[in-house]
């Protein structure tokens, strides 16, 4: 992220982005509001909303859209990471891990030059939580 522009981001914007850039994992505007309150109270939800679009336009954060799930929003200059999408609990976990030889489900003349890999299941805690009350 360039300084001069996070000069140019007003003093909420800043807060909004410093909420996105502590979380380890992606998150809506509506969870980034709740942690936004808690340093500056009398943020509004249309402000984050707002921030968060302004962010994303201006390169700082990026869309993670899966599934049916509302968009959620992560730093856009994080390490190179996957998702694992949480049926039960519809979180979103970051994926630190990537598949090796991904070149060979490339077709043949063909040119890959990014990817991004989705992993659907259950998360521990969920699994956790059935292990008790089942
Ligand atoms: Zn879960
Ligand atoms: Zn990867």
Redesign the pocket.
């Known amino acids: 992220m360039s300084r001069s522009r996070q000069k140019s981001l007003t003093p909420r914007q800043q807060v909004v982005l410093a909420i996105f850039r502590q979380s380890s994992i992606p998150l809506t505007p509506q969870e980034a509001w709740e942690a936004a309150i808690r340093d500056s109270p009398g943020i509004g939800l249309a402000t984050v909303y707002r921030a968060v679009r302004i962010l994303t336009e201006a390169g700082e954060l990026r869309p993670v859209e899966i599934a049916d799930e509302i968009p959620r929003y992560e730093m856009a200059s994080g390490p190179h990471h996957h998702h694992f999408y949480?049926r039960?609990?519809t979180?979103i976990y970051e994926v630190h891990k990537c598949p090796p030889r991904l070149d060979d489900l490339v077709p043949q003349g063909f040119k890959m030059d990014d990817h991004s890999i989705v992993l659907y299941g259950?998360?521990r805690?969920?699994l956790g939580d059935r292990a008790t009350t089942d």
């Open positions: 949480c039960k609990c979180r259950t998360c805690s969920c």
